[in-house]
């Protein structure tokens, strides 16, 4: 239950909220009040697309300047996996949909979570239409402890919300989005392209599934094979495109998609 200054300081930002609900900053006012409700020290807002590029909405207490998440890194998000494989309005703690060992090993979260010293992340998935859907990030560094239960519920429960506050975001124009017809054509001839001229046909298959961010055990599944062939799968596409890592990997396909 929340306690009666929480409902307070709560009740105020929603007041905020309505007054200024067609002002294009609406989504830095909402983070405002909902750090004076609970303690964070770092956002990230992001609107996901099926054939484009990631786009930056907003964010706070993450490095400002280029950011390796928007030129790629994104497909190896476990939020960005969530969104394509159900794109329903859902709220998730990083550590939940993560697969097993992946929070200790896997290039996004050697490569990419601990250069911004993230502890803890609880992110929000809600469509906005023409597929698309945004990943809103509300996360604490190891300088806060991990979110307790209260304050997952407490997160939890903002699902509408947080659709709410986007919806409006998109209405004030601040979400319109630069449609390219050309996009998905030119992402799909180059991934159906990218390393053809030395991978075979099955090789091909499984780079499709690595950049889109799945590991050696969801592979094999998928593709009907042990993990062990799909490891030795990895390995020979590694070494055939001369790469170390799956983060390599992906660097390397952006490399070829902007030329």
Not at 6 to 29: C, K, M, P, T, Y
Not at 93 to 113: C, H, V, W
Not at 207 to 214: A, E, R, S
Request: glycine residues 10%; charged residues 25%; hydrophobic residues 35%.
């Amino acid at each position: 239950m929340l306690s009666v200054s929480l409902l307070e300081r709560w009740n105020d930002g929603v007041a905020d909220l309505l007054v200024h609900q067609d002002r294009s900053d609406i989504v830095d006012r909402f983070m405002t009040h909902l750090s004076r409700c609970l303690d964070f020290d770092q956002w990230y807002a992001a609107l996901f697309h099926r054939h484009e590029p990631a786009e930056r909405i907003g964010f706070c207490g993450i490095k400002e300047g280029r950011d390796d998440y928007e030129d790629g890194i994104y497909l190896l998000d476990p939020f960005y996996r969530q969104y394509r494989q159900n794109p329903e309005p859902s709220v998730h703690r990083l550590g939940d949909i993560a697969g097993p060992g992946e929070a200790i090993r896997s290039p996004y979260f050697e490569g990419y979570l601990q250069k911004w010293d993230t502890r803890d992340e609880v992110g929000y998935l809600v469509p906005v239409g023409a597929g698309r859907a945004v990943h809103l990030s509300v996360s604490r560094s190891h300088d806060l402890p991990p979110f307790e239960r209260h304050e997952l519920q407490f997160l939890g429960s903002l699902v509408s919300v947080v659709a709410s506050v986007f919806a409006l975001y998109e209405r004030s124009g601040g979400g319109e989005p630069v449609v390219n017809p050309s996009v998905e054509r030119v992402i799909g001839q180059k991934l159906a392209g990218f390393g053809a001229e030395v991978l075979t046909g099955r090789e091909g298959e499984i780079v499709g599934l690595l950049l889109k961010g799945y590991g050696a055990a969801e592979i094999a599944r998928l593709c009907g094979i042990s993990p062990g062939t799909a490891k030795n799968h990895i390995k020979s596409i590694y070494r055939k495109l001369s790469v170390r890592s799956q983060v390599e990997l992906l660097v390397k396909w952006i490399d070829d998609l902007y030329e």
